[in-house]
T-cell receptor
Framework: GAGVSQTPSNKVTEKGKYVELRCDPI?????LYWYRQSLGQGPEFLIY????????DSGLPNDRFFAVRPEGSVSTLKIQRTERGDSAVYLCASSLIGAGSYNEQFFGPGTRLTVL | AQTVTQSQPEMSVQEAETVTLSCTYDTSESDYYLFWYKQPPSRQMILVIR??????QNATENRFSVNFQKAAKSFSLKISDSQLGDAAMYFC???????????FGAGTILRVKS
């Protein structure tokens, strides 16, 4: 079956603009995660959805970042008033179920965001 | 908070040889999972191997094996018979049993020489 897909693959924007990054998880996966990977670093957790609700958003760096998953499938990460420091690869992952038991997180190819 | 440290920014290995990537972690939890992920230039993060902390036996997946030392909080990855396709960035990661997020190290670039 299809894996996790993310669109766009690359996004270039100007400082101060608004961007939306989309994630399509594997069909039937109830848990969805967003991570941010800055150049030369490992991914850092941003937010975790169980179904439609954000079960853990402790990794969001500030209130310019927001994510939704209105129907429990596709998720959108929204960044307002982008800053050059937001430039990174944004990775999405999904798993069959969430916390409390082992379940593999399957990653998408990421969206590379460049803020000029 | 949990932390994961990979002290080797870059490693090289000759094709068909064996290489070991190091990882240490810090946690106050007694039960957790540890992972090694491979990230090629395509950016797709691929799970290589995982270890449950309650299992004493080291995990093995074909040419990949780990050396898990719980007391020392050490989790190294051994790649045997290295192949050109093994060249990638490798990340060590931690997840608590009751947690959800993965905590990653900074990664090790593995270069394979022919």
């Amino acid at each position: 079956g299809a894996g996790v897909s993310q669109t766009p693959s690359n996004k270039v924007t100007e400082k101060g603009k608004y961007v939306e990054l989309r994630c399509d998880p594997i069909s039937g996966h109830t848990a969805l995660y967003w991570y941010r990977q800055s150049l030369g670093q490992g991914p850092e957790f941003l937010i975790y959805f169980q179904g439609t609700g954000a079960a853990d958003d402790s990794g969001l760096p500030n209130d310019r970042f927001f994510a939704v998953r209105p129907e429990g499938s596709v998720s959108t990460l929204k960044i307002q008033r982008t800053e050059r420091g937001d430039s990174a690869v944004y990775l999405c992952a999904s798993s069959l179920i969430g916390a409390g038991s082992y379940n593999e997180q399957f990653f998408g190819p990421g969206t590379r965001l460049t803020v000029l | 908070a949990q932390t994961v440290t990979q002290s080797q920014p870059e490693m090289s290995v000759q094709e068909a040889e064996t290489v070991t990537l190091s990882c240490t972690y810090d946690t106050s939890e007694s039960d957790y999972y540890l992972f090694w992920y491979k990230q090629p230039p395509s950016r797709q993060m691929i799970l290589v191997i995982r270890q449950e902390a309650y299992k004493q036996q080291n995990a093995t997946e074909n040419r990949f094996s780990v050396n898990f030392q719980k007391a020392a909080k050490s989790f190294s990855l051994k790649i045997s018979d290295s192949q050109l396709g093994d060249a990638a960035m490798y990340f060590c990661a931690y997840r608590g049993v009751y947690g959800n997020k993965l905590v990653f190290g900074a990664g090790t670039i593995l270069r394979v020489k022919s």
